[in-house]
Each structure stands twice: as structure tokens, then as C-alpha cells.
């Protein structure tokens, strides 16, 4: 298994929550490491990324402010703090990587190539 997100929950509006996704050791030396959310009935949308040795990272701008994303390489794990999330933050948040190598961050899903399970965030008004 390349990735494994986790920490998904249900958090009452304005609350907090920190997703983790670990990854394989390869992807972490090597990738730009993103992160997507779907909603039901909605397409998968960009959230955040973050290239190889952190200093490139974008937002999407209904996070931007409220999000964090971040990268711990020694422990192989991306992490996206959450913060005043709203009901409209409702959606299966997945992690994705893009090929070894490349060192852009990208906001296209298309770019990602390996993709972990996916963990639900509910939040309630």
C-alpha cells in the first residue's frame, strides 16, 4: 500500500480535526503529496498540496485560512489540520501522490497517480 489516510471523524461546525496519510518511503523522499475531498453527488475537488521538500504549497481558496497541510519525511506522513470547518468541509477526504520525481505541486486530480482509501469527515451544524 502506497498511502493510508486516516483521522477522519464527526466534529460539530467550527471544530478542528488532523488528517494523517502515510505514505510508502519512496513516495515520501521523492513525490508532491496532495489532498482531495468528494462530497456526495459532487466531483472530486483539489483541497491542498504539497511538493517534495515543502516550500511549494497551494490551497484551494474555500480553505485557504482554515487548512494547514504539512509534511513530517523522517515519519512518512502528510498531515492536514483542519480547523472552523463547517458543514460544507462534508466529504471523503483522500491523499494522493504524484510520480517520483516530479517536484511541481499540482492542483489537478489527473497529476496524481497513486491515490490512498479515503477517510470520512462529517461535520455538523
Known amino acids: 500500500v502506497q498511502l493510508q489516510a486516516s483521522g477522519g471523524g464527526l466534529v460539530q461546525a467550527g471544530g478542528s480535526l488532523r488528517l494523517s496519510c502515510a505514505a510508502s518511503?519512496?513516495?515520501?523522499?521523492?513525490?508532491?503529496v496532495g489532498w482531495f475531498r468528494q462530497a456526495p453527488g459532487k466531483e472530486r475537488e483539489f483541497v491542498a498540496t504539497?511538493?517534495?521538500?515543502?516550500?511549494?504549497?497551494y490551497y484551494a481558496d474555500s480553505v485557504k485560512g482554515r487548512f494547514t497541510i504539512s509534511r513530517d519525511n523522517a515519519a512518512n506522513t502528510i498531515y492536514l489540520q483542519m480547523n472552523n470547518l463547517s458543514p460544507e468541509d462534508t466529504a471523503i477526504y483522500y491523499c494522493a501522490a504524484r510520480f517520483p520525481g516530479n517536484v511541481v505541486a499540482s492542483r489537478q486530480t489527473s497529476d496524481y497517480v497513486y491515490w490512498g482509501q479515503g477517510t470520512q469527515v462529517t461535520v455538523s451544524s
Open positions: 518511503e519512496r513516495i515520501m523522499s521523492n513525490s508532491p
Open positions: 504539497i511538493n517534495g521538500n515543502g516550500y511549494m504549497i
